[in-house]
């Protein structure tokens, strides 16, 4: 992985730079947070349909999820030969473990409370602990004295393919879809862990941070099987 990062360095400034970017919408919209009254028709009409009030928790979690992914990726890409790959390692795992923890917790609360958590506070951590997951496997063959096994190359190849075809979806899904339609768009956004039901640049800010998540998750797992 270090080797291809550092072989093609216009391709690793553009990851970096796209990552500074998602990062840096993603401070924006955590120090402006959504207030009830933004959300757009189609937000409210899920929330009509499980009869839960409309609310900005799931917002703040998916994008403080972002916002730890796009450090960690950002630290790999600027050192990646002097990052420990004992310590990117032990990050991810423990972000997998936490990520996975919640997710757990909340699919117990969306069971057993007379009032069901919202998907949307349940898919991004899903997403997010598939993509953490997808980063460690990509790392598993790196060592401080070089490289040692490593993943597959047809594993990481097909989760390639399928954090390629998330980020067209949603590029696409977003670019279609209209603020009074849901239909089947809004579900696609919803079912991919991006939380975009909002009004104006509001969702297409939040499309930005999942669709550099999607493509530095790509980008990494092709550095990692490309010897």
Do not use: K
């Amino acid at each position: 992985m270090v080797q291809f990062v550092q072989e093609y360095a216009a391709l690793r400034w553009a990851v970096v730079a796209a990552f500074v970017i998602a990062g840096a919408i993603v401070l924006v919209r955590l120090a402006a947070p959504v207030a009830d009254g933004v959300a757009s028709v189609v937000e409210r009409s899920w929330r009509q349909a499980d009869s839960t009030p409309v609310h900005s928790a799931g917002y703040h979690e998916s994008d403080a999820a972002h916002l730890i992914m796009c450090l960690l990726m950002l630290a790999m890409l600027v050192f990646p030969a002097r990052a420990s790959p004992s310590a990117v390692r032990g990050v991810l795992t423990a972000m997998v473990m936490v990520f996975a923890a919640l997710l757990v917790s909340r699919v117990l609360e969306w069971r057993n409370l007379p009032r069901p958590v919202p998907v949307d506070r349940l898919v991004p951590l899903g997403y997010h602990t598939v993509t953490a997951a997808a980063m460690l496997y990509a790392m598993s063959g790196h060592a401080m004295n070089g490289h040692d096994g490593g993943p597959g190359r047809i594993p990481a190849l097909a989760l390639t393919a399928l954090f390629v075809v998330d980020a067209s979806a949603v590029t696409v899904a977003v670019a279609r879809l209209s603020a009074d339609t849901p239909g089947h768009l809004g579900f696609l956004l919803r079912s991919s862990g991006c939380v975009v039901a909002l009004t104006g640049p509001r969702r297409r800010s939040a499309m930005v941070p999942h669709v550099v998540m999607d493509l530095g998750t790509a980008y990494m797992l092709i550095a990692a099987v490309s010897g």
